[in-house]
C-alpha cells in the first residue's frame, strides 16, 4: 500500500463515522435494534451505520453478536 491509496481512503472516509472505539461502546445496543430492524438501528445510530460500512472487524463483531441474539432467539 502506497500513501496514495492510503489518502484516497481517508478521503472516502463519511465524515458521520464513529470510528472503533464509539462502534464498540455501543455495538451491543445495535445489534439488538439491528437484530429486529436494521433500518431502525441504522436511523437510530447513523455514525455506527457509517463505521460499519467501511471497517471489515467491526463488521465481523456485529455478525457474531447477530448471530448469538438470533441462536438465542431460537433457543439453538
Known sequence: MNSWSELDR???????DAGCATAMELL??????????????ERRYPEVAAHLRSCGPCTEDLQGLLAAIRAGLTGS
Open 28 to 41: 451491543h445496543v445495535y445489534a439488538e435494534l439491528a437484530a429486529a430492524d436494521s433500518s431502525a438501528a
Open 10 to 16: 481517508f478521503l472516502q472516509t463519511d465524515p458521520r
